[in-house]
């Protein structure tokens, strides 16, 4: 079975490195389906040409010609990879207005994999603090591991990093849906009955019972 991603990349400028990380996040994700032995289609939504389209829709409510056919991948995908320039503090608004064309539910249970460009790290916030809960809103299963890739970013092995841990995710998040295992449910934790990973220490196992404690401070 192969398994179609779909990557929307609201880039502005020509060239920009908001679809550069977008290249770097969907050539991992594509590297851990195929370490899986599956295989995946991979497809890019640039949001730049469309924007005409997303104005005109946002007015008459009607979206029409490569806005129909951008929208109609991204619902039929199985899993997203969606990158953003960071613009005061959030998502750019031509993001916003792109996401804005679907009805709340419609990407119920999608894995998603976000990322973000900006001239600082600090803008790393905004995947948490905005994007994440856009995602929430649609019913989306974005995964835990968000990209924030500042300008002094590219090149280094942190980035690397964070790009791989986040495509592994995606990859599990994906692989687990489509077979109805816990990984697809809700992240990455076992179903109950299910056998943990080789060397998981729970901390709650440890707790104290209260009752003992209680003992122990009146005596």
Do not use: W
């Not at 539910?105 to 809960?133: E, F, W, Y």
């Amino acid at each position: 079975m192969t398994r179609r991603i779909v990557a929307v990349t609201a880039g502005l400028s020509e060239p920009s490195s908001t679809r550069l990380l977008t290249d770097r996040l969907t050539e991992a994700v594509d590297r851990h389906v195929t370490a899986h032995g599956e295989a995946a289609t991979i497809e890019v939504v640039e949001l730049r040409p469309l924007a005409r389209h997303i104005a005109d829709q946002m007015l008459t409510r009607f979206p029409t010609g490569e806005l129909t056919a951008a929208i109609e991948k991204v619902l039929s995908a199985d899993a997203l990879v969606v990158v953003s320039p960071v613009f005061s503090g959030s998502y750019s608004g031509l993001f916003k207005s792109f996401f804005d064309n679907l009805d709340v539910g419609a990407l119920d249970g999608k894995p998603v994999l976000m990322g973000a460009t900006g001239g600082s790290a600090r803008h790393s916030l905004m995947l948490d603090h905005a994007m994440r809960p856009l995602f929430s809103y649609l019913h989306a299963a974005a995964v835990p591991t968000g990209v924030m890739a500042a300008t002094d970013d590219f090149g280094t092995a942190g980035l690397d990093r964070r790009v791989d841990r986040a495509a592994a995710e995606l990859v599990s998040a994906l692989l687990g849906a489509a077979s109805g295992t816990s990984a697809g449910r809700s992240g990455f934790l076992p179903a109950e009955g299910e056998q943990r990973e080789a060397g998981f220490t729970d901390r709650f196992d440890e707790v104290p019972d209260f009752t003992d404690l209680l003992r122990r401070a009146s005596s």
